[in-house]
């Protein structure tokens, strides 16, 4: 089984519609983050948790909100969809005493 | 602003030959990198990373090197194999601990 999963795996979604892409770990690390990826630009830090009651905008947090519902769910929401949110977006974990992030695989999300 | 750099968007290599990928940074501040490979449809993982305090590390056939003074880091591998095509990005951390990310280079390793 996956150590990092990511839900749902393709979103194809309307402008405007709220949407909340979910990450799962079993690996027990307590820092999760969100990334997405954009053509050319490679991964970019939308929002980061060190602990469940440790929440962190990164570089481009505006139009997302995120939910630390457990050590291992880290939950990522567009409030209201907008089509240059159309993009690859990644979950990723890591221990406390690492600096190698381990990422699950994807989600491709399309807004139209 | 991109603070780390891959200039080269791909790259193709005959299987047997070195592939040599490349990323510049531009904060002589940052002290640790990694290397990551990604497959389509697939999340990153990690290749090989390196501490600023260091000048090389290898990892059997994958070896990275870090020039501080010019700010750059390659990463080498030696031979290619077919399964190694893949998208490779460059991450650095800043002073602030977040990883910042290269735009990636495609390899393509022909047989």
């Known amino acids: 089984d996956a150590d990092v999963t990511q839900t749902p795996r393709n979103r194809i979604t309307k402008t405007g519609k709220r949407i909340m892409l979910e990450c799962s770990q079993t690996?027990?690390?307590?820092?999760m983050y969100w990334y997405r990826q954009d053509p050319g630009l490679g991964l970019r830090l939308i929002y980061y948790?060190?602990?469940?009651?440790?929440?962190n905008k990164g570089e481009i947090s505006d139009g997302y909100s995120v939910s630390r519902q457990a050590q291992a769910k880290f939950s990522l929401s567009l409030e209201s969809a907008i089509p240059n949110q159309t993009a690859l977006y990644f979950c990723?974990?890591?221990?406390?005493?690492?600096?190698?992030?381990?990422f699950g695989p994807g989600t491709r999300l399309t807004v139209t | 602003d991109q603070q780390v750099k891959q200039n080269s968007p791909s790259l193709s290599v005959q299987e047997g030959r070195i592939s040599i990928l490349n990323c510049d940074y531009t904060?002589?501040?940052?002290?640790?990198f990694l290397w990551y490979k990604k497959y389509p449809a697939e999340g990153p993982t990690f290749l090989i990373s390196?501490?600023?305090?260091?000048d090389k590390n290898e990892d059997g056939r994958f070896t990275v090197f870090l020039n501080k003074s010019a700010k750059h880091l390659s990463l080498h591998i030696v031979p290619s194999q077919p399964g190694d095509s893949a998208v490779y990005f460059c991450?650095?951390?800043?002073?602030?601990?977040?990883?910042?990310f290269g735009q990636g280079t495609e390899l393509s390793v022909k047989p």
């Open positions: 390196i501490s600023s305090i260091k």
């Open positions: 690996k027990g690390h307590d820092r």
């Open positions: 904060n002589s501040m940052f002290d640790y």
């Open positions: 991450a650095a951390y800043n002073q602030g601990g977040k990883l910042i």
């Open positions: 948790s060190f602990d469940v009651k440790d929440i």
């Open positions: 990723a974990t890591q221990p406390w005493d690492s600096l190698t992030q381990y």
